[in-house]
């Protein structure tokens, strides 16, 4: 099992960013996909989720601004964040479940002018 995120990087208070995530060694389509977060100092938070039926949950902090979605085909899972704040700067990663918790490296999204 193996979980790769890209897309993250330096985006201005209002921007918008979609972060992907390349599952490999599993098929996603079987499995829930999360992104989770981490700020410095503060402990990792659940921002969304997709189940293997599609249904979606979002933190409070994300509905309205964030939608997770995957790709069956190619394997991706997506995070398309809008009208990002400061508040959305951390390292954010790509989780799955079966058996244990898997994890990618992450990748680090800073919102700043």
């Known amino acids: 099992v193996q979980l790769v995120e890209s897309g993250g990087g330096l985006v201005q208070p209002g921007g918008s960013l979609r972060l992907s995530c390349a599952a490999s060694?599993?098929?996603?389509?079987?499995?829930?996909m999360r992104w989770y977060r981490q700020a410095p100092g503060k402990e990792r938070e659940l921002v969304a989720q997709?189940?293997?039926?599609?249904?979606?949950y979002y933190a409070a902090s994300a509905k309205g601004r964030f939608t997770i979605s995957r790709d069956n085909a190619k394997n991706m899972v997506y995070l398309q964040m809008n009208s990002l704040t400061s508040e959305d700067t951390a390292a954010y990663y790509c989780?799955?479940?079966?058996?244990?918790?898997?994890w990618g490296q992450g990748i680090q999204v800073t919102v700043s002018s």
């Open positions: 060694g599993f098929p996603i389509i079987s499995y829930y």
């Open positions: 997709i189940s293997s039926g599609g249904s979606t």
């Open positions: 989780n799955t479940y079966m058996r244990q918790d898997y």
